[in-house]
């Protein structure tokens, strides 16, 4: 009975994987808001990479945050540190909700030390104040890996949310340190000016993405109660 159950598990996760790749993809072309001081928009994607890590776990989160995210990439519609972003936060979200708490915090921790001190341009040499968002986000993380909430209410779901979708942003921001550091943008001011630009901007942005992340998740567990497709379903 096992290796009949185990097949029909991971086909079921396959295919739902392939549906959830497409919403994903369409997501990318449906614009919330526009990122302040660029031309680029929030995508509804943002909002549903951390719900479908919640919902269905890490392994059909990061499969189809990844394929969905890979096609609004070829599309022109997703730039690299979205396509990022979208894939850790639906990850890290997906081993929250597995209890796999000691792996999510190594993983949120090594994403910011390495945005953080990525030489020269990371913000511990240039603007440090700018990652006070993210150290919160770090205790919320430490706070709800230690606690016994229920998984399923309205404060675990927002703290899932907000945690997952600032590893995005982390990662998001190392992809494009990367990127961008030192042939696109070599001028080391211009990167402490873009630091000091955000402090303020991106946790607005992150606690937007992590409100509607929340209402999706929630309406959509209700949704899918009972019918085994979701985690506890």
Same mark, same amino acid.
């Given at each position: @009975?096992?290796?009949?159950? +185990?097949?029909?598990?991971?086909?079921?996760?396959?295919? #739902?994987?392939?549906?959830?790749? !497409?919403?994903?993809? *369409?997501?990318?072309?449906?614009?919330?808001?526009?990122?302040? !001081?660029?031309?680029?928009?929030?995508?509804?994607?943002?909002?549903?990479? $951390?719900?479908?890590? @919640?919902?269905?776990?890490?392994?059909?989160?990061?499969?189809?945050?990844?394929?969905?995210?890979?096609?609004?990439?070829?599309?022109?519609? /997703?730039?690299? @540190?979205?396509?990022?972003?979208?894939?850790?936060?639906?990850?890290?979200?997906? #081993?929250?909700?597995? +209890?796999?708490?000691?792996?999510?915090?190594? #993983?949120?921790?090594?994403? /910011?030390?390495?945005?953080?001190?990525?030489? $020269?341009?990371?913000?511990?040499?240039?603007?440090?104040?700018?990652?006070?968002?993210?150290? *919160?986000?770090? /205790?919320?993380?430490?706070?709800?890996?230690?606690?016994?909430?229920?998984?399923?209410?309205?404060?675990?779901?927002?703290?899932?949310?907000?945690?997952?979708?600032?590893?995005?942003? *982390?990662? !998001?921001?190392?992809?494009?340190?990367?990127?961008?550091?030192? *042939?696109?943008?070599?001028? /080391?001011?211009?990167?402490?000016?873009?630091?000091?630009?955000?402090?303020?901007?991106?946790?607005?942005?992150?606690?937007?993405?992590?409100? !509607?992340?929340?209402?999706?998740?929630?309406?959509?567990?209700?949704?899918? +109660?009972?019918?085994?497709?979701?985690?506890?379903?």
């Amino acid at each position: @009975m096992t290796s009949v159950k +185990k097949p029909f598990k991971n086909s079921k996760h396959v295919a #739902l994987s392939v549906c959830l790749s !497409g919403l994903y993809a *369409i997501s990318c072309f449906i614009p919330l808001f526009q990122i302040l !001081g660029s031309r680029n928009f929030i995508t509804l994607a943002a909002m549903l990479a $951390p719900t479908y890590g @919640m919902l269905f776990g890490p392994f059909v989160g990061i499969l189809s945050a990844l394929v969905g995210g890979y096609i609004g990439f070829l599309m022109g519609v /997703l730039s690299p @540190m979205s396509l990022a972003s979208g894939i850790v936060a639906s990850f890290s979200a997906g #081993l929250l909700r597995l +209890k796999k708490r000691v792996l999510c915090i190594s #993983l949120y921790l090594f994403l /910011l030390c390495v945005f953080t001190f990525y030489p $020269p341009v990371g913000p511990f040499w240039l603007f440090p104040p700018f990652i006070w968002f993210q150290i *919160i986000g770090l /205790l919320i993380l430490v706070w709800h890996a230690s606690g016994k909430s229920n998984p399923t209410d309205f404060i675990s779901f927002l703290a899932i949310s907000l945690v997952s979708t600032l590893a995005g942003q *982390i990662a !998001g921001s190392v992809t494009f340190e990367v990127t961008y550091w030192p *042939i696109l943008i070599p001028d /080391l001011n211009a990167w402490r000016g873009t630091w000091q630009a955000l402090t303020f901007i991106y946790p607005i942005e992150r606690t937007i993405i992590a409100i !509607g992340s929340t209402i999706i998740g929630i309406a959509i567990h209700k949704a899918l +109660k009972g019918t085994s497709l979701t985690l506890d379903g």
